[in-house]
């Protein structure tokens, strides 16, 4: 058998050599690009997007979460021990080649920091987690490999720096958080609108948020006595302020309560009968102190005990009352704005803001039918038979959604303009069935 070229064996051991440089080069990077890769892939962000992400994301997250979930510092030992490992047998592979020392380190250093370091971080960075997940099986026959360095060294790690589970936010980071999420583009569905960001940030601070906040002071509380009788003018005072629950108080003591009025038992009581407040059905009115957390008075509400609670400086006391709360307080917290009914006077009662209704939109449309139903009303008591109503006349009150249903100004004395152009509310006729 003929013997080889000596310059043949080695051009043959020179391509041998480079090939297993590049092969080692590309494994170092592989190493280095895992491990900011993997590292920084968080827990609590890895859990949402296996339950919310897309299919493809779902399946990866899962994958990482198993690799991850045998220990995070084995994981990062393991690629740390086989990146140096591979990094320092290239300058020797490097010598042998190229037959020089300081040309061996720099060409060496070069290939890494290019090859092994900056590009494949880079690009692990952005694709970290498809990368984590189809690469995490080379990674767990690495960790097995390394096992009996990599895993001792992580159990140290583990006992002085302690486990990692993810980022956990507190409230105020939560919150901040939130806001960041908020749509800058109003046709963004899947982002939130402001009006979630301010919900979301009133239920964080529900719980530290005391009663006496919120409460309406005692002074602004539409109270009867016990001795008080209900008659015409006192029922008509009651069905003017609106109220739903009037808290009774003893005579000439107005802050010694013992019980509550509910305004609907009313309905069938007949102010000519002239009885007084204490021969009328009350409900109990519970206490609690100011410093009771509106989070749970809700908890209290969603009991359906009461929907009304006395805030007292000493509860169960027969003095120390400051104020009172009900749910709608609690619920406009919960959303971060007021709520106002058909039958409220103030937007604010305690700067005394007033309710401003324009409704010049509707007004004409109105009247018409309140003439027709007083009519009707008339004739119903004369006996007589009460006129027909066109179903094309009848009048549908909607809302334009994109303005508020109702309006508020300090001004208390404002009056509705007839030549408003912008109503809040607007009229829209039944359409007529053929």
Same mark, same amino acid.
């Given at each position: 058998?003929?013997?080889?070229?000596?310059?043949?064996?080695?051009?043959?051991?020179?391509?041998?050599?480079?090939?297993?440089?590049i092969f080692l080069v590309l494994l170092g990077g592989v190493f280095a690009g895992l491990t900011l890769g993997l590292m920084g892939l968080d827990e609590t962000n890895l859990h949402v997007l296996s339950q919310t992400g897309t299919e493809t994301e779902k399946k990866n997250a899962k994958k990482v979460m198993s690799l991850l979930s045998k220990g995070r510092h084995w994981v990062l030992v393991t690629l740390l021990l086989s990146n140096v490992v591979v990094n320092e047998t290239l300058p020797i592979i490097l010598h042998d080649a190229i037959g020089g020392g300081w040309q061996a380190v720099a060409i060496s250093t070069a290939l890494i920091v290019i090859f092994g370091e900056v590009i494949p971080q880079s690009i692990c960075?952005? =694709?970290?987690?498809?990368?984590?997940?189809?690469?995490?099986?080379?990674?767990?026959?690495?960790?097995?490999?390394?096992?009996?360095?990599?895993?001792?060294?992580?159990?140290?790690?583990? =006992?002085?720096?302690?486990?990692?589970?993810?980022?956990?936010?507190?409230?105020?980071?939560?919150?901040?958080?939130?806001?960041?999420?908020?749509?800058?583009?109003?046709?963004?569905?899947?982002?939130?609108?402001?009006?979630?960001?301010?919900?979301?940030?009133?239920?964080?601070?529900?719980?530290?948020?005391?009663?006496?906040?919120?409460?309406?002071?005692?002074?602004?509380?539409?109270?009867?006595?016990?001795?008080?009788?209900?008659?015409?003018?006192?029922?008509?005072?009651?069905?003017?302020?609106?109220?739903?629950?009037?808290?009774?108080?003893?005579?000439?003591?107005?802050?010694?309560?013992?019980?509550?009025?509910?305004?609907?038992?009313?309905?069938?009581?007949?102010?000519?009968?002239?009885?007084?407040?204490?021969?009328?059905?009350?409900?109990?009115?519970?206490?609690?102190?100011?410093?009771?957390?509106?989070?749970?008075?809700?908890?209290?509400?969603?009991?359906?005990?009461?929907?009304?609670?006395?805030?007292?400086?000493?509860?169960?006391?027969?003095?120390?009352?400051?104020?009172?709360?009900?749910?709608?307080?609690?619920?406009?917290?919960?959303?971060?704005?007021?709520?106002?009914?058909?039958?409220?006077?103030?937007?604010?009662?305690?700067?005394?803001?007033?309710?401003?209704?324009?409704?010049?939109?509707?007004?004409?449309?109105?009247?018409?039918?309140?003439?027709?139903?007083?009519?009707?009303?008339?004739?119903?008591? !004369?006996?007589?038979?009460?006129?027909?109503?066109?179903?094309?006349?009848?009048?549908?009150?909607?809302?334009?959604?994109?303005?508020?249903? =109702?309006?508020?100004?300090?001004?208390?004395?404002?009056?509705?303009?007839?030549?408003?152009?912008?109503?809040? !509310?607007?009229?829209?006729?039944?359409?007529?069935?053929?």
């Amino acid at each position: 058998m003929a013997t080889q070229p000596i310059e043949t064996r080695m051009s043959a051991g020179l391509i041998e050599e480079m090939l297993l440089v590049i092969f080692l080069v590309l494994l170092g990077g592989v190493f280095a690009g895992l491990t900011l890769g993997l590292m920084g892939l968080d827990e609590t962000n890895l859990h949402v997007l296996s339950q919310t992400g897309t299919e493809t994301e779902k399946k990866n997250a899962k994958k990482v979460m198993s690799l991850l979930s045998k220990g995070r510092h084995w994981v990062l030992v393991t690629l740390l021990l086989s990146n140096v490992v591979v990094n320092e047998t290239l300058p020797i592979i490097l010598h042998d080649a190229i037959g020089g020392g300081w040309q061996a380190v720099a060409i060496s250093t070069a290939l890494i920091v290019i090859f092994g370091e900056v590009i494949p971080q880079s690009i692990c960075v952005r =694709y970290g987690l498809a990368i984590g997940a189809k690469t995490a099986n080379m990674v767990l026959i690495f960790m097995y490999l390394m096992y009996p360095v990599a895993y001792p060294t992580a159990m140290l790690l583990d =006992y002085f720096l302690g486990q990692s589970h993810g980022t956990v936010y507190k409230k105020a980071g939560l919150k901040t958080l939130v806001s960041l999420h908020q749509a800058v583009n109003p046709t963004d569905a899947d982002a939130l609108t402001l009006d979630e960001v301010t919900i979301i940030s009133a239920v964080l601070d529900l719980r530290s948020k005391a009663v006496s906040t919120i409460m309406t002071p005692i002074d602004d509380v539409f109270t009867l006595s016990t001795e008080d009788i209900l008659n015409e003018d006192v029922v008509d005072k009651i069905l003017s302020h609106g109220y739903s629950r009037i808290p009774v108080h003893v005579p000439d003591d107005p802050v010694n309560f013992v019980g509550m009025l509910i305004a609907k038992h009313l309905i069938t009581y007949d102010p000519e009968d002239a009885q007084p407040v204490k021969d009328l059905q009350l409900s109990t009115l519970p206490e609690t102190g100011p410093d009771t957390s509106c989070l749970d008075i809700l908890n209290f509400f969603q009991e359906g005990k009461s929907h009304m609670v006395l805030v007292s400086t000493n509860p169960g006391a027969q003095n120390g009352a400051i104020g009172v709360i009900t749910l709608e307080d609690v619920i406009e917290e919960l959303i971060g704005e007021e709520i106002v009914d058909e039958t409220d006077v103030y937007v604010d009662v305690h700067n005394k803001i007033r309710v401003i209704r324009r409704q010049t939109g509707v007004r004409r449309g109105s009247s018409r039918l309140t003439r027709m139903l007083t009519l009707h009303h008339r004739n119903s008591q !004369l006996n007589t038979k009460a006129p027909t109503i066109d179903k094309s006349t009848t009048a549908k009150v909607a809302v334009d959604s994109s303005t508020k249903a =109702y309006g508020a100004t300090t001004i208390d004395d404002r009056q509705d303009s007839p030549n408003e152009t912008q109503p809040l !509310l607007h009229q829209h006729s039944h359409p007529t069935s053929n």
